[in-house]
């Protein structure tokens, strides 16, 4: 899930987790990165029971 996926990056983001915002690997090349992927509606802002996917682009909102 999301908040497993944000404790391998550090114990204090899956305890804090909030939400993450994603977006496919594809997408944010073919669109140039974070801008051209959010401009063309392609972020998806996900919950705790988010299946993380290969290739997910994430970034882990948490609060401590």
């Known amino acids: 899930t999301a908040p497993q996926a944000a404790g391998v990056i ?3 983001f ?3 987790f909030i939400r993450a915002e ?3 690997y594809d997408d944010f ?3 140039k990165g ?3 992927a959010k401009a063309a509606g ?6 705790k029971e988010y299946v993380v996917k290969d290739g997910d682009v994430m970034h882990f909102l948490f609060n401590v």
């Open 29 to 31: 090349i073919n669109l």
């Open 42 to 47: 392609k972020l998806r802002v996900e919950g």
């Open 22 to 24: 994603v977006i496919a």
């Open 10 to 12: 550090h114990s204090d």
């Open 14 to 16: 899956e305890k804090g």
């Open 34 to 36: 974070e801008a051209g």
